[in-house]
């Protein structure tokens, strides 16, 4: 299980019974990447960025590369495409796209 708030980010491997903390100050999302749920997390901290952790939140990398607005709202990565991540980044009149793992970043327009 994964919680973020924000004071940081909890997961418990036990089914709630214990919990470990990471530090990361305004975490509010956790996203589970499909295609590796058991090591691949996706975070938004609502004054940092999105952050991707690859070993099941024990270190976090900041993944902001072409996100100009820090503060992101939402974040979903694709079912279908497990590469494919979404940012909804506050002041932003599109969406933001990454086709590589959040490695890089565009813009795409929506209606």
């Known amino acids: ?21 990471t530090d990361m100050p305004g975490a509010s999302y956790v996203e589970i990447a ?14 940092t960025g999105v952050f ?12 902001c590369n072409g996100i100009l607005e820090s503060i992101v709202y939402g974040l979903e990565v694709s079912e279908s495409s497990p590469s494919r991540v979404y940012a909804s980044p506050y002041g932003f009149s599109a ?3 990454s086709q590589d793992s959040g490695n890089t970043w565009d813009e795409i327009g929506i209606p």
């Open 1 to 21: 299980m994964y919680v973020a708030d924000f004071t940081g980010f909890f997961c418990s491997f036990d089914g709630g019974a214990t919990w470990d903390f």
């Open 34 to 47: 499909p295609a590796a749920p058991t090591t691949t997390l996706h975070c938004t901290c609502s004054d």
């Open 52 to 63: 991707k952790s690859v070993d099941l939140g024990a270190t976090w990398n900041n993944i």
């Open 95 to 97: 969406l933001l796209v």
